[in-house]
């Protein structure tokens, strides 16, 4: 395409080969460059741009430097909506710059153009309809593409599958790249990787699995050394911990990750980790409630301005829920619980099961004890679908607490029995 741009601009400005080969030039050359039996170095092509009175950039992609200049302007904008938490936005600017024809020269642009738009698809909520895009993004990588990029998009497309209930899939792709990438050694980007596919198999309920590939993670963090390499892997290895009751370990674990990461890290994973560490301390630490309260607020105002996903921020309301219910502030509680519902569905059973479970504590405090017996049963109704593990076990508990202080002894015994088989008693 090059050779036969060359030879249209120069028909268009009526020079002949050899006017537009000299003095530095042979016409000769000139020929070979046209007949698509030679390529030009970027320096030729770079004097012959100017001779031709057009960008490199129109010679090699057929885009003039203006139309080069938007599409670059353009994406830079919709990025920066994703970046800022305008979900909506960047994913209507992502698809406009995607029906633009000159993207379709440019490959490069067009895959970043592709990946930011399946990240705001992503954060707005509609994984389902992130998960084709990725795919695609994923099937037309070549050797060519940097080691990064492939394993982001493979990172996007497990947190799509494992958020939307197919951990199957999930696991499996991420097995996949790190299997065809770990003959090269660990890295940040694989690391990261490896702590998704982490929180697959604790989806799954292997934690057996979940706590040797946690061991084998941190072991290559510190070998590494890097921020990012620490963060990814404790952060992780904080949530095996928690769910195995080892809560003074998930503690230190998630302490560690958070320092690294409000040194070095970008804002949505260091709002999504005080979340986190706050949510840790909530399960182990009920007596340090003011303090979770005060990082948790701070967590949901940053969760707010960034590309955080609907799961992330439900997350964190029901940790605000929790910990206002263990100060007291019923009502508030409530609120935060009732908000969190509002932004889950049917892909996160067990933290819609954890916050029905709040609600019906919030509720039998303030004596509503209907509306306690109904979002204790919607929380059992739950709990079917979701592997057990400690976490789980304790939702029962607290459900079968809440049967039991509203009279509902049947429903109690069941969740008391449930509690047990998730506890493996």
């Known amino acids: 395409m090059i050779s036969k741009r060359i030879k249209e601009i120069r028909c268009q400005r009526g020079l002949s080969q050899a006017q537009l080969a000299h003095p530095e030039l042979s016409d ?46 353009n994406l830079r904008y919709a990025r920066l909506a994703l970046e800022n938490g305008e979900t909506e936005e960047a994913r209507r600017r992502f698809a406009q710059l995607l029906e633009e024809p000159n993207l379709e020269r440019l490959p490069s642009l067009r895959q970043e153009a592709e990946y930011g738009l399946a990240l705001a698809v992503e954060a707005c909520g509609d994984l389902e309809e992130a998960i084709p895009i990725l795919i695609r993004l994923r099937d037309s990588l070549d050797q060519g593409t940097p080691r990064e990029q492939r394993v982001a998009i493979t990172m996007a497309l497990t947190r799509c599958y494992r958020d939307t209930g197919q ?33 697959c198999y604790m989806e799954r309920g292997d934690l057996l699995r979940a706590h040797q590939y946690s061991a084998e993670l941190l072991a290559a963090a510190e070998e590494l050394g890097t921020p990012r390499a620490i963060v990814a892997a404790s952060w992780n290895a904080a949530e095996i911990a928690d769910m195995l ?99 889950l569905d049917d892909s996160a059973p067990e933290v819609c099961a954890d916050t029905r479970a709040i609600l019906g504590q919030a509720y039998l405090a303030l004596g509503r004890t ?22 789980t076990a304790e939702t029962w508990l607290t459900t079968a607490t809440v049967l039991e202080n509203a009279g509902d002894q049947e429903g109690s015994t069941f969740a008391y029995h449930r509690a047990m088989e998730c506890s493996g008693l």
């Open 370 to 391: 209907a509306d306690a017996i109904r979002e204790a049963n919607l929380a059992i109704e739950l709990l079917e679908d979701v592997p057990p593990s400690r976490l």
């Open 28 to 73: 000769s050359y000139i020929s070979l460059i046209e007949s698509g039996r030679r390529m030009p170095t970027p320096a030729v092509l770079e004097l012959i741009a100017t001779k031709l009175g057009c960008s490199v950039s129109y010679l090699v992609n057929g885009v003039t430097a203006e139309e080069m200049e938007d599409l670059e302007l």
């Open 167 to 199: 951990t199957t899939a999930a696991i499996q792709v991420a097995e996949t790249e790190i299997a065809a990438m770990l003959e090269s050694g660990w890295s940040d980007e694989l690391i990261e990787l490896g702590s998704t596919l982490l929180s």
């Open 245 to 343: 009751g080892n809560g003074d370990e998930a503690v230190s674990l998630a302490q560690r990750a958070l320092a690294v990461q409000a040194e070095n890290g970008e804002p949505r994973n260091l709002a999504r980790l005080r979340a986190s560490y706050a949510g840790i301390k909530l399960r182990n630490r009920p007596d340090e409630s003011a303090e979770s309260l005060n990082m948790l607020l701070h967590a949901e105002r940053e969760l707010r301005e960034s590309a955080a996903s609907p799961l992330d921020h439900a997350l964190c309301l029901q940790h605000l829920a929790m910990a206002e219910l263990n100060l007291g502030h019923v009502e508030q509680a409530i609120e935060y619980a009732t908000r969190s519902l509002g932004l």
